[in-house]
């Protein structure tokens, strides 16, 4: 039988070769230990995601900014414009004038008892004076059609015109302020009316004048 060498001082003894497991084996309470951290770890992962997606959107959190303050403006005040009615008892009570240029000038017209024929112009005069405050206010005045029912109503045409201070105009400005303004409305039977008109009749409903502002 050999004799083994006697080993030399100091030197380590070998001691068993390790196996495939260096601690020992995890148990059942391991286990639940890390399943009751990966909640944990998933909110912190959503959590660093819902940053991550601020971040994206929303840019950095922090930036320089600057703002200058600016004064405001008291006592704002808003003009007006009216128009006041100054007809001989009021425009929507005047009578309507036949022919003003026929023999006798200036007729009344009575619809009840006198027939019109093509041609005829009826007006009616009306005045007012004007109100209108507020820096470059401009503003224009019209008439606005009223509706005509019947068979003759085919044949009539409405309109008006209108003088500022006995000059004729259809715009007013804030220098106008209490100019008298006179309007002429007219219903007129055409001239080129046929037979088939004859003893026809139609009814026109009210005009109203208007006064609207403008602006560019």
Not at 21 to 43: C, E, I, K
Not at 200 to 213: C, K, N, R
């Amino acid at each position: 039988m050999p004799i083994l060498p006697a080993p030399r001082p100091g030197a380590a003894h070998p001691g068993p070769h390790p196996g495939p497991h260096l601690g020992p084996h995890p148990g059942p309470h391991s286990h639940r230990a890390r399943g009751r951290r990966l909640p944990y770890v998933r909110s912190a992962l959503a959590a660093g995601a819902g940053v991550l997606v601020l971040l994206q959107v929303g840019g950095t959190l922090a930036s320089w900014t600057d703002g200058i303050a600016v004064d405001g403006v008291d006592d704002l005040t808003a003009g007006s414009m009216a128009l006041t009615d100054t007809t001989v008892g009021t425009c929507a009570a005047a009578g309507w004038t036949l022919d003003s240029a026929e023999d006798p000038a200036g007729a009344a017209f009575l619809p009840a008892s006198q027939r019109l024929v093509p041609g005829d112009v009826l007006t009616k005069d009306c005045t007012f004076t004007l109100a209108a405050t507020g820096e470059h206010l401009r503003a224009t005045l019209s008439t606005t059609s009223p509706t005509a029912t019947g068979a003759l109503a085919g044949e009539l045409s409405v309109g008006g015109t209108f003088t500022v201070d006995s000059v004729a105009a259809t715009e007013v400005t804030d220098a106008d302020d209490g100019a008298t303004i006179a309007a002429t409305l007219t219903i007129t039977y055409a001239g080129t009316a046929d037979n088939t008109t004859q003893l026809t009749s139609a009814d026109i409903g009210g005009y109203t004048v208007s006064l609207d502002q403008v602006h560019d």
